[in-house]
């Protein structure tokens, strides 16, 4: 019994690190970056509970110890010294990892423009006939390349999210915000708009269909219905 017990408490938590909108269970490089940034922050945060947890049995199971140290040495160690320890490392990895999610923009081997609306998506992708293409609720990108989304809104603020894929953007209306991602392998992922926008809030769900090629990308964009009206593409899209 005890040992069952044990099992479920172990596995009950675990159990969210994975699943089609788990930002534990990476598909992609940016959302790696995301997970180990969690994991990183999590193991920090179990350190600096460890320690003061330490203190607080060390307390109650030898009463007195230290009541000789001064006042002003458990102020400055427990209040500055013990946080710093833990803190500044993750301080500066947290820098430096959000630093590898925002650079090289310039890099991406695809633009798309995403177009939030209460309450669905709409993506606009370059034709290679010169004319745009536009889809609904599902994004079409190649595996393995690298995506650049030109992220607004028509209405009001919304949040674009595949947390298998990349980190949340906001879609604010009259501001283009952009978004790295990029798929490790071919598959559908699950996206959803991450801020309440609406009574419909709930159903502003999309899907990012990765292709296996560049070709079976090209085809898929190909078969989409043409943007019949004039919209702001990407290369007027602001950074």
Known sequence: MTRTAVLCAISFPAAGCSGPLSTLD???????????????MFVGAV????????????AFLRPGTGRGL????????????????????L???ALFGGERLVQARADAALQIDVIARQWEWQFIYPG??????RSVNVLHIPAGKRVRLNVTS????HSFWVPRLAGKIDAVPGHTNVLQLSADAPGRYRGLCAEFCGAA?????????AHDSIEQYNQAVAALPEVEQPIRTGAEARP
């Open 26 to 40: 990476p598909a992609g490089p940016v959302a790696a970056s995301v997970a180990t940034l969690w994991w990183v």
């Open 47 to 58: 350190v600096l509970f460890a320690m003061v947890a330490g203190l607080l049995a060390l």
């Open 70 to 89: 001064p006042d002003s040495l458990w102020l400055i160690g427990g209040g500055l010294v013990l946080p710093a320890v833990v803190l500044t490392p």
């Open 91 to 93: 301080t500066i990895y």
């Open 128 to 133: 290679a006939d010169g004319m745009p293409r």
């Open 154 to 157: 028509t209405d009001v603020i």
């Open 201 to 209: 809030h709930t159903e502003m769900l999309m899907a990012v269909e």
